[in-house]
Structure formats: C-alpha cells, structure tokens
C-alpha cells in the first residue's frame, strides 16, 4: 500500500514538470502552429542563467526568479528577430511548415553549443531551497520530498495564473483571437505580431520555470533538458496540441503511466511505455484526447 502511494506523489510530482514543458510547447503551437524543437535548449540556457545567479547570491529563489525572467526574454527575443523573419519570407506550400520547425532544431543545436562553449560539458547540481529527503509514514521513507511537493504546489498555481490570464483578461482574449483567426484578429485591432511574441515569452518563462524545478532532482549539462523536451512533447501530443488543459492532462497521464511502469516492472521500459502511449493515442484519436473537434482553418 505505501508503495501504491508513493507511486501516486511521485507520479503528480512528474507530471507537474511535464505539463510545464508541454504547456510551453503549446504556446507556441497555438500561436505560429510550430513545433519548437528550441524549447529545450532555451530552458537549458535560463537554467544556467538561474544557476549562476544562485551560485553568486546564494539564493534559489533569486535564480527561480532570473531564470523566469530571463525564459520570457529569451523567448519574446527569438520570435521577433529570429521565427518571425522567417514566416515573413515564406509565403505559401509545403514549406511553411518544414521551415520554421527545421529552423527550431537549428536554434536548439546552436544553443545547446553556445552553453558548451560558456559553462562546458561537465554536470553541475543545484541544491534545492528545501529538503529533498522524503518524507517518513510508518518508520518507512518514501520518494517523496518536501522539494516534491514545492515542485506540485509551484506548477498548480502557474497553471491557475495561465488559466486566469488565457480566460479572464483581455491579453487571454487577444492570444486566442490570435492563434484561431489572427486576420480577424488584425481586423479588430489587435497587433497579431506582438501578442505572438507575448506567447513566445510565456512558453519561455514556463520554461525557464520547468528548469528550475527539474534540475534540483538531476543535473545541469548542456543536453540536460533532452529528455524532458521528448516527454514534454508526447505530453502534447497526447492531450492535444490546440489544448492547455489537454497539456496537462496529458503530462498527468504520462506522468502516471511511466512512474507506475518504474515502480512495478522496470525503470528500463519507461521510454518504451512512453511512445506505447502515444502509438495508442494517435490510433484512436490523431488529434488528442482534448483536442478540439473543429480547430481553425490556416
């Protein structure tokens, strides 16, 4: 039975981390409808940014906040001088949505090597700001920790902010008008370039957020946000790329699936169970399981 529960809180604390990088990726598929392979790389470099300014301040919470800041420039800076460029100079065929995308797995190698050249390949640990011994019920420690539930906590509220702000402000308003009919959208006023650029520096700043929480239970090397891109990705896949709640649920959903798989057969099938998942769900449902039934018209 406590191994049951601990299955549970660690599956939760997984799947927060995965609907961070899934809701990232979101964003920006909503608003230019590319995948950006990037993601990876830009929460690596805020990452190291938080790194260094919780080495040089002695403070996490410093870093937590540099490393947001810093993702949502990031990002906000890659889609004016960098995505849109390029949509500016494509205009029609097949190449519109191979270009963009090859482009973003171009910006991560360059990114991933700049990080190399600056900080080097070695990995480097970054101490949580709380306890990352779990806690004890019955004389019997589980894998589950007071940073664990940091990690759920600080994803619940993010995801309640982002609902707040996509529901019921006008910003929320201007980015869905945005990513489903931005010619309406220019119609009505609203400054599509720039409200995608505001999208591009949430997905960064969820980014720099999701490092921040990942690394404490890892390491810090220039590839250090691989995996978490790939699980990310399915995660949107899974729970529909037009949907933030599909985001989520679909991290949830992986999240339990490969810590369940972990902790009763083996650690070694957890990328299998993962693209199992995905294989099954794009059978049944191409689209998502949250997907939309009618998404808009390109």
Excluded: C, H
């Amino acid at each position: 039975m406590l191994q049951f529960i601990t299955a549970i809180l660690t599956s939760l604390s997984a799947g927060a981390i995965y609907a961070l990088m899934s809701t990232a990726l979101v964003l920006v598929w909503r608003s230019t409808r590319v995948i950006n392979f990037a993601q990876a790389g830009q929460a690596v470099l805020t990452t190291y940014i938080g790194y260094e300014v919780t080495v040089r301040t002695g403070s996490y919470w410093y870093g937590l906040i540099a490393a947001i800041i810093t993702g949502a420039l990031i990002g906000a800076t890659i889609d004016r001088f960098f995505m849109r460029p390029i949509f500016k100079r494509i205009k029609s065929g097949p190449i519109v949505m191979i270009a963009p995308v090859v482009a973003t797995l171009g910006l991560l190698g360059i990114i991933q090597a700049i990080i190399g050249f600056i900080w080097g390949l070695s990995y480097q640990t970054l101490a949580a700001p709380v306890s990352t011994d779990g806690y004890k019920i019955s004389g019997t420690v589980i894998a589950f920790s007071p940073f664990n539930l940091m990690v759920l906590l600080s994803v619940t509220i993010t995801m309640v902010l982002l609902t707040v702000l996509f529901q019921k402000t006008n910003i929320g308003l201007a980015l869905r008008a945005s990513a489903y009919s931005p010619e309406i959208a220019k119609l009505s006023g609203i400054k599509v370039d720039a409200v995608r650029t505001l999208g591009w520096a949430i997905a960064g700043a969820a980014g720099g957020l999701a490092g921040m929480l990942y690394i404490p239970n890892s390491y810090l090397y220039p590839n250090g946000m691989d995996v978490l891109l790939v699980f990310g990705f399915i995660s949107a896949v899974i729970g529909g790329l037009d949907s933030l709640f599909g985001a989520v649920a679909g991290a949830m959903i992986l999240g339990f699936a490969i810590n369940f798989v972990a902790t009763y057969i083996s650690y070694k099938l957890v990328f299998p169970t993962a693209f199992v998942i995905l294989i099954l769900v794009l059978l049944v449902k191409p689209g998502g399981l949250f997907s939309s039934s009618k998404g808009r018209k390109d």
